[in-house]
């Protein structure tokens, strides 16, 4: 599921293939793109594209005129950038598609597509709300007094830290796996109530949470150091597959009952709750270090895996 750091990437490449130049066509296939083209009928052609951007987990297009287009990729959206003259066939996943004589930005699998005029912080309701942005653009700060303000309201203060990260009025661009690193990095219990945080807590993730997106975007997605993924490279012990470049890139990101990094206890997984609304409680599998994060749930017995890279935690130190 695509968070900050990776919409900030499709809202990069969505800018470097459309910005300056004039927009030929813009279709959509989402119910309130179409009922807006419907009665805006073709707002958008020739039009010219001014930035793209990104704000949390949402791409916003600026389009000349003061028109703007919007995308909330949701669990299974991305974007396609061709830039191939040839025409591009639709396919069946295709949400919108927005072509310039120099290339075509096409949409696929995302629910949520809108277009309109106006500021679209002010039309899309949802923008409205967002936090601060954990990935600032150059030249812009992480809003930390703004991100302190909305954590300790009195809304959050009964809630678990790891439901609240991934609040995007909190702070906007935090899913699950920046989630679990940042807990991890200020060694914080997932489970723990955001009113039970001291200061040195709240300062750590301050620090933690710009720092760890912008790795993270740096690096596409990765957010351990160099050196320890080196270690998990040269250490079929750390990983799942030792062939795979994907299971070496997080310290408790989807690395259940393997080696802590830090301190060799087993990495463990559970179901967070993380909001309720009207359809009931809604769910999120969080990682985390029992030991280095000072858990505070009851865990069940770890289940062995039967393997000839399984090791003791004595052994993980070591190595
Ligand atoms: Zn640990």
Known sequence: MPEGPEVRRYAGQLHAGLAGQRIFALTARTRAARAWLAEHDGAFDGRRVERVCSRGKNLIGYV???????SHLMMWGRWQVVTDPEPVPVDRRERARITVPEAQAILLSAPVFEVGQGDPFER????????????????????????????????????????????????????????????????????????????????????????????????????????????????????????????????????????????????????????QDDEGERERIIYFCPTCQGTSVPLKPIRVRRTPASMTAAESVAA
């Open 124 to 275: 899309v309701e949802y923008l409205a709300s967002l936090g601060p942005d954990v990935l600032p653009y150059p030249g812009d700060t992480f809003d930390g007094a703004e991100f302190l303000k909305r954590l300790l309201a009195p809304e959050q203060r009964e809630r678990a830290i790891g439901a609240v990260l991934l609040d995007q009025r909190v702070a906007a661009g935090i899913g699950n796996y920046l989630r679990a690193e940042m807990l991890f990095a200020c060694r914080l219990d997932p489970f723990r109530r955001v009113a039970d945080l001291n200061e040195d807590d709240l300062q750590c993730l301050l620090r933690t949470i710009p720092e760890i997106a912008a790795r993270a975007y740096a690096t596409g997605g990765v957010t351990v150091p160099d050196d320890q993924r080196e270690r998990m490279r040269g250490d079929a012990r750390l990983v799942y597959r030792p062939e795979s470049e994907w299971g070496n890139r997080h310290f408790v990101f989807r690395r259940t009952n393997l080696p802590c990094l830090v301190c060799g206890d087993t990495i463990r997984q559970l179901r967070q709750v993380t909001y």
């Open 64 to 70: 000349e005129g003061g028109y703007y287009f919007y």
